[in-house]
């Protein structure tokens, strides 16, 4: 396929709508590498494993004279781009009520204020919005006007067009056409920098460093010693990455090239089929990425500009309908990229191991429901964190998709209350349950309800016991 052969050019539409700069180079970038044919795989024979990588619990502390220039060097950036349409939400999922009442969006700003209080001293901090996400979203945090302006928080991420399967021409949707773009993942997060004039801007700021992660993360705090260690380092990228075990194994991880001496980052789509045994075995791959990204400011703007204004990441081809709530519609790709491939664009990238409370996500509704209880705790400084009691081990939720897969669910479930996990190992539920006050749960507990009409589990305190309703 030629990417003259066709007179309804994906890049063309894009261009129509406005679009222009890095946003437009990044997606003809991305089409264009959709056009050659040419396979993202990285073969296990083209890659080493990576043994060993700084730990975070070698790092020392930074002084405290020095906590206030880290800061003014540093812009928090979150990603905020999705709905949470997968947990059925119709809002921005930042906007999703995780502890008591607050939101991770109030989360997330409290945190922040926290740190300008303690230090006396403002990090910058972004979001990137999506336009789904942006109204809601600066209209929540302009309860937080000591964060600044809600306009001036905001970096838009893009939208690209979507990719009719077969023709490879722009997916058609008179129906509804909206629907005929879609977002082109968090990887977009360095043409949204530099095109809309931040990185510039940042930059004019003295701000150098930048730390990324997502909202739905409230583990990924601005840690003082690795602001402190990857400003001192030289590196320009690092990331943060955790001990894989079986529950990670088709997750990405890291490895190092053998073409390039890089580390690269390591789908699963990216696996070829021959060599799935070796990236499922986390013995061999140790390490997968938290999504949680230092990057010199400075570096990635010269990197920038020595490439065309496009940072080269792998375009990941995400096959789909063109309506996602109707499998009939037509056959569509979604190019998108990933932020943590970016690591593979840097000389000297580098990882850090560390604990795994800075990786807790919010995927779905068991996360929720963890995250719910007193299995976590918020400090005086808005950190949400595992209960000390639980030495770092976070409790295994296991709730039946059927009736908990969305947080209206949820919320029916434990209106009355939330249940103690405290000294819960791991707890699996099936079928429709209610929870009641003074409720507990230690070691391994299963619930099980075979019935179709919602049951209310007795109040009282379970311990590694199967309990049938």
């Not at 940042?202 to 602001?227: M, Y």
């Not at 980052?265 to 696996?271: A, D, H, M, N, V």
């Not at 749960?441 to 209310?456: H, K, M, Y």
Request: with cysteine; net charge negative; proline share 6%.
């Amino acid at each position: 396929y030629s990417m003259n052969s066709h007179n309804d050019m994906p890049v063309e539409k894009m261009r129509a709508a406005g679009f222009s700069g890095s946003a437009l180079a990044a997606f003809e970038h991305n089409y264009r590498f959709l056009c050659s044919g040419q396979q993202v795989e990285i073969a296990e024979d083209c890659i080493d494993p990576v043994s060993e990588v700084l730990s975070y619990d070698s790092l020392p502390e930074p002084e405290d004279s020095q906590i206030g220039q880290l800061l003014a060097k540093t812009v928090v950036l979150k990603l905020n781009g999705g709905l949470g349409t997968g947990m059925g939400l119709k809002q921005p999922k930042s906007m999703l009520r995780v502890r008591g009442d607050l939101t991770f969006l109030d989360v997330i700003a409290r945190q922040i204020l926290a740190l300008h209080e303690r230090f006396d001293c403002r990090a910058a901090f972004k979001l990137m919005n999506s336009f789904s996400t942006s109204r809601e979203s600066l209209d929540f945090l302009s309860r937080y006007p000591d964060l600044g302006k809600a306009e001036d928080l905001e970096i838009m991420q893009s939208r690209v067009p979507k990719i009719d399967a077969v023709s490879l021409s722009a997916a058609s949707y008179p129906a509804k056409p909206e629907l005929e773009w879609c977002p082109p993942g968090h990887g977009d997060i360095f043409p949204a920098l530099s095109g809309g004039g931040c990185l510039d801007w940042l930059l004019d700021q003295g701000i150098t460093c930048a730390f990324i992660s997502n909202c739905d993360n409230l583990g990924a705090t601005l840690d003082l010693k690795l602001l402190d260690a990857f400003l001192s380092s030289g590196m320009p990228l690092l990331m943060e990455v955790a001990i894989r075990n079986e529950a990670d194994r088709k997750g990405g991880h890291i490895a190092r090239s053998k073409a390039t001496g890089r580390l690269v980052l390591r789908e699963s789509g990216q696996c070829p089929v021959e060599d799935i045994d070796s990236f499922q075995d986390v013995r061999r791959h140790r390490f997968f990425n938290t999504n949680n990204i230092w990057i010199r400011l400075d570096v990635l703007k010269a990197t920038l500009n020595s490439s065309g204004g496009v940072l080269p990441l792998p375009v990941i081809a995400n096959r789909k309908t063109v309506n996602p709530r109707d499998p009939e519609s037509a056959a569509v790709i979604q190019l998108e990229t990933a932020m943590g491939a970016a690591i593979e664009c840097f000389d000297n990238a580098g990882a850090i191991l560390v604990p795994r409370a800075r990786f807790a996500p919010v995927k779905n509704c068991s996360d929720l429901f963890a995250l719910r209880s007193d299995a976590y705790v918020m400090s005086a400084d808005s950190s949400v964190v595992l209960a000390p009691e639980r030495k770092g081990k976070p409790p295994i939720i296991e709730l039946d998709p059927k009736h908990y897969r969305y947080v209206e669910q949820v919320d029916r479930a434990t209106e009355n209350c939330m249940p103690s996990l405290l000294n819960c190992d791991r707890i699996r539920v099936s079928g429709p349950v209610c929870f009641q006050n003074a409720t507990s749960f230690s070691g391994c507990v299963e619930i099980i309800n075979t019935g179709g009409v919602e049951r209310l589990l007795p109040a009282g305190s379970y311990k590694d016991q199967r309990i049938s309703l």
